[in-house]
């Protein structure tokens, strides 16, 4: 079912892939008839894009509006990748400056946000909200978003998990439960109750080699498939039970996550359901389930 989402509401837009294979960005950020340059048309304050060569990512930020910058454009044109993030953002918590934009990254980890954290403009909030975050990574919220906050709470729980967060060896066996355990303790500090802006804490979350998108409150979307590739004579990875249809064993090609579609094209989109975290791990192996109970 589709959650309620008025037509004037200030949103950001967020839009991720992993493949198999390198690919390009061009087409989803500039030239798909619902790219992210023309969704930028109302999404006014900033950009940033994350791509991952080798174990980390690289991360180009700028508050300018993504349609007109032609620094959006170039690169677009010349990075492909095997995991990608990007997000145009309306801003709603923190002015439009280059620290605000996301995707925010802290060594091998990317997350970007669409919503906000109910009330965080109140200082009572936000002390509670930031008193979430491990001290050991509060000197590196560098900015003044809840997004950013809202991504060194994830950190603060998965460091609890694992020995190391940069470790390859982290599974979503990991990080699944640092999610839950993240908006679970967002929500308990930031409650809904009385707030004109309730919570809306959808996120795409990546370390370059697990991928997680999590819908609450935000519209989400997903593709692992195409009706037709149009790479099918040329791609050496190429299978048509992966790449043109769903496969038996949950072993996909690529995901792709987005607040919208961006094209009318091959890519089939599925909507993901509120409250449910699609998530692809290391292997290729794809699945959706319910985050909070």
Not at 115 to 138: L, M, T
Not at 207 to 236: A, D, H, V, W
Request: hydrophobic share 40%.
């Amino acid at each position: 079912m589709r959650a309620a989402c008025p037509n004037n509401a200030r949103m950001c837009r967020l839009y991720g892939f992993r493949s198999a294979v390198d690919s390009s960005i061009h087409q989803s950020l500039v030239a798909a008839d619902n790219a992210l340059a023309r969704q930028s048309e109302r999404h006014r304050d900033g950009w940033g894009l994350g791509f991952y060569v080798g174990p980390y990512p690289h991360v180009i930020r700028n508050d300018e509006q993504a349609l007109g910058d032609v620094l959006f454009r170039e690169v677009s044109g010349v990075v492909a990748t095997r995991t990608f993030v990007a997000h145009i953002r309306q801003a709603t918590v923190g002015a439009p400056r280059v620290l605000n934009c996301h995707p925010f990254q802290h060594g091998r980890w990317l997350l970007a946000h669409n919503g906000e954290i109910a009330g965080f403009a109140r200082s009572e909030v936000q002390r509670r909200v930031r008193d979430c975050v491990d001290d050991r990574f509060r000197r590196y919220v560098l900015g003044d978003t809840d997004s950013e906050v809202l991504f060194y709470v994830f950190l603060s729980q998965l460091a609890r998990r694992v020995d190391n967060l940069h470790d390859e060896g982290v599974r979503m066996a990991h990080v699944l439960p640092a999610l839950r355990a993240t908006i679970a303790q967002v929500l308990a500090v930031a409650p809904d109750v009385g707030e004109a802006r309730p919570n809306r804490l959808t996120v795409l979350l990546t370390n370059g080699n697990l991928m997680l998108g999590f819908r609450q409150g935000r519209e989400l979307y997903y593709s692992t498939y195409k009706t037709r590739c149009p790479e099918r004579e040329t791609c050496y990875a190429f299978e048509q039970g992966r790449c043109e249809g769903q496969a038996a064993d949950g072993i996909v090609k690529h995901l792709v996550v987005a607040s919208e579609p961006v094209a009318s094209g091959p890519n089939v989109w599925r909507e993901l359901e509120e409250g449910a975290c699609i998530c692809l791990d290391h292997g290729m192996n794809l699945h959706c389930e319910p985050l909070l109970s």
